[in-house]
């Protein structure tokens, strides 16, 4: 929720919620509906509406079927499905970015708010990221996945 509002950097919202996810052998819905969710976020604000739009479809009828576990995550249900379900409009009708702010319980804001040591009011208000944020995936550093990849090759050679 952090990296979602602060910074509204929703590639490593992405990153972070899918390693815990992994990490973690979640089951469900949950998780991967709101790793798509930030994915949608991340396409729709470099202008990819096609993936925005199947990213967001696909995360609200994941986290449909996960409203018991988003209410224990701290999520205010109906107004989450409200904005979302906005948002989803929005990219449909191809209309330009805003960054969203999910409705958050008081408890789980409450720790964010900790977390970052920001105010309420300073929550979700950074509207101009820069170029690092907005295309995260093109600028980051990928020699790890290369090699990993290299080294995969390899290997299914050697057995083929």
């Known amino acids: 929720m952090i990296y979602f509002h602060t910074d509204q950097d929703y590639f490593e ?27 949608a976020l991340y396409h729709q604000r470099r202008g990819n509406m096609n993936g925005a739009k199947r990213m967001i479809t696909s995360g609200i009828e994941k986290l449909y079927t996960e409203k018991t576990a988003l209410i224990a995550l ?55 990221p820069g170029e690092n944020i907005v295309h995260k995936h093109r600028l980051r550093d990928r020699t790890s996945v290369i090699e990993e990849r290299k080294k995969q090759k390899l290997h299914k050679k050697r057995f083929d």
Not at 29 to 36: D, F
């Open 74 to 128: 701290g999520v205010e249900i109906e107004p989450f499905f409200h904005v979302v379900e906005d948002r989803k409009r929005e990219i449909e009708q191809q209309k330009k970015f805003q960054p969203i702010s999910l409705p958050l319980t008081s408890e789980l804001l409450r720790v964010c708010l900790l977390k970052t040591a920001k105010t309420e009011s300073g929550w979700c208000i950074n509207h101009n």
């Open 13 to 39: 919202c992405h990153e972070v919620l899918e390693e815990h996810w992994k990490n973690e052998g979640m089951k469900g819905n949950l998780w991967p509906g709101l790793i798509q969710i930030a994915v």
